[in-house]
Every structure is written in structure tokens, then in C-alpha cells.
């Protein structure tokens, strides 16, 4: 999970590690980010996430049904406003809106080089996609008092079967 300001400045940059492989494939690791992420104003969400089908190679993605988000307090209780999962990403209908992936889906989304990478699905959860049509939003941290938060992550299958994730933010004053 990534967050970013408005500007789409990352909150919770990759952490490079020691290098790893040899030769031309040497590459340096990526660390988890440092929490808990200092966050306040308007931020977006980034997910990536991604479904398999049962028995399908490791390196076959296939792109998720429902997602959304949740904020609880530092004891792991919801918030006001985030009594439940707020599902923001819902894909059961598509149309032709040429903007709706450029809103759904994050940079660096999609097949880099065909059969030398996976698939990358960088969903934007803040972004409402409902009945095929994409309204980009926020979450607004301006709404909660200063201090210790847990954002979670909620993505789900067409099946139903669900997964979270959680980062531990530390909301500050503007």
C-alpha cells in the first residue's frame, strides 16, 4: 500500500535494500516503508493487488472484483464515518469511459514487457468506480483529530474471498 498527497507526492517511499542477483539482474531489494506514515490534508491510496485463479503458474495475475479502505484508531476501532469498509472500487459493470482507467488504476499499472514481467494492477481505492463510472476522491485526514490511525485495505474477489492489509498513519496538523 502507497500513499500520496494531492500532488501525488509519495508519504511512504520504497526503502532501497542491499542488492540482490548478479550481473545485469543485480538489483536492490525494496524494504517496507517506515511507519507509522505521516499523513494530513487530501490523500490518495494505492493498492497493489491482484487475484489468481486456483492450479494458474504464480506469474498469472488477474485483476480484483471490489476494493476499499477503512481508518481505525490506534486501539483497532473504527472511526466515525468508517463504521464498515468504505468499498470504493466495485467492478461489476464497464463502459466505454476512456478516463475510467487513468482514475481506477495508478502509473505504472498494467504488462511492462510481455512474458518478462507480471502484471501490475495499482489500483487508486480512492477513486469511486461503481456502475462503470469513475469519480476520482480523497480521503480527507482533515476530518480526524490529530494522532495515531490504522488505514486498512480491503480488496475482494468475485467470489467474495477477502484479504487487508494495514498501515499504521500518524495524522498531523495542516
Known amino acids: 500500500m502507497r500513499l500520496f498527497n494531492e500532488a501525488w507526492q509519495p508519504l511512504n517511499p520504497d526503502r532501497l535494500g542491499p542488492p540482490r542477483g548478479r550481473g545485469r539482474a543485480r538489483r ?6 517506515v511507519e507509522p506514515v505521516l499523513v ?21 495475475r488477474l485483476g480484483l472484483y471490489g476494493a476499499g479502505y477503512q481508518v481505525l484508531d490506534a486501539t483497532g476501532v473504527p472511526t466515525r464515518g468508517f463504521e464498515t469498509p468504505r468499498e470504493t472500487l466495485h467492478f461489476d459493470r ?26 501490475q494492477f495499482l489500483y487508486v481505492v480512492t477513486t469511486r ?46
Open 28 to 33: 536492490p531489494t525494496r524494504l517496507p516503508p
Open 40 to 60: 494530513r490534508g487530501r490523500v490518495q491510496i494505492v493498492v497493489d493487488a491482484w487475484d489468481q485463479a486456483d492450479g494458474n503458474v504464480a506469474h498469472r
Open 94 to 119: 464497464m463502459r466505454r469511459d476512456s478516463d475510467a482507467p487513468r482514475q481506477v488504476y495508478a502509473s505504472g499499472s498494467g504488462i511492462p514487457v510481455y512474458g518478462a514481467a507480471r502484471t
Open 129 to 174: 468506480y461503481r456502475d462503470g463510472v469513475a469519480t476520482p476522491d480523497v480521503w480527507d485526514t482533515t476530518a480526524l483529530a490529530p494522532g495515531a490511525y490504522v488505514l486498512r485495505v480491503v480488496v475482494r474477489d468475485f467470489s467474495g474471498n477477502t484479504t487487508t492489509r494495514d498501515v499504521r498513519v500518524a495524522v498531523v496538523a495542516p
